[in-house]
């Protein structure tokens, strides 16, 4: 049985399975991508719910796993080399878990860098401009009297739906025919923009056609329903 005490993180979130990799998420769209991936995969694991609203991140326990406390992380017993490994970054643990798996990446290199380029895409680009539109539309920001923020979220996060909607032109996915990581990293944000933050007019997305069709064969996805409630809020 794999030893994780040396993790601080498990004094605080004790593994009951500690032979099973470990994560410790809430579902936000940043945390289901983990979630998704590993129901997709069929890797046994554990969810931890770390409460952001209680700033359960900032806790020297969860600091010990990511410095950067945020969601998700994970620990996985059986890590490179048979050793535990923790590891955090959303876009890290996809490239991570497709690599230990070969599922949901592909085989061939130059589609593999290619199917990276979305995810990267994703977490430099779809990730925060979607999420300031959260902050200044939904949450927050929205008492701000100065519109001028929401507008250039807005635009911005327009214009990267627009990228979204020509990459998918002919495509059911965003690699083409094969279903990957690309994806997976990306249909929690815009669900969320859609939804959660009530943000469709803002970013015109009654205009748009492969993006709604693509979000939807996405969320019809037995495991992606399951990841998108994984760890539960309580």
């Known amino acids: 049985m794999p030893d994780l005490s040396h993790f601080p993180i498990t004094s605080r979130w004790p593994a009951r399975h500690p032979d099973r990799l470990q994560l410790y998420s809430l579902n936000t769209p940043n ?7 590993l ?3 069929g890797l046994p694991y554990e969810p931890h719910l770390i409460d952001i609203g209680a700033n359960e991140t900032w ?3 969860y600091l010990s796993l990511n410095p950067n406390g945020k969601i998700p992380a994970i620990i996985d017993p059986d890590g490179p080399g048979g050793r535990p490994l923790g590891l955090f970054e959303s876009g890290a643990i996809l490239i991570y878990l497709a690599d230990k798996t070969g599922k949901f990446i592909p085989a061939d290199p130059a589609q593999r860098y290619e199917t990276i380029q979305w995810v990267m895409f994703q977490t430099g680009a779809i990730g925060p401009m979607f ?10 920001g929205r008492e701000y009297e100065d519109k001028r923020p929401l507008k250039r979220y807005a635009d911005e996060s327009k214009r990267l739906l627009g990228v979204l909607e020509t990459r998918l ?9 094969e279903y990957t990581i690309a994806d997976i990293a990306t ?3 815009v669900r969320n923009l859609i ?3 009530d943000a469709g007019e803002l970013v015109d997305y009654a205009a748009l056609k492969n993006v709604p069709a ?12 399951r990841g998108l409630e994984i760890p539960k809020r309580s």
């Not at 945390?31 to 991936?37: D, E």
């Not at 999420?131 to 927050?140: D, I, Y």
């Not at 693509?214 to 329903?225: C, K």
């Open 31 to 37: 945390g289901v991508k983990a979630s998704i991936m």
């Open 39 to 41: 129901e997709e995969t």
């Open 59 to 61: 806790t020297p326990e």
């Open 131 to 140: 999420g300031q539109v959260g902050f200044f539309h939904k949450f927050a």
């Open 169 to 177: 032109e002919g495509r059911d996915w965003l690699m083409g025919d």
């Open 187 to 189: 249909l929690g944000w």
């Open 195 to 197: 939804g959660f933050y």
């Open 214 to 225: 693509w979000l939807a064969r996405g969320l019809s996805r037995p495991a992606v329903q």
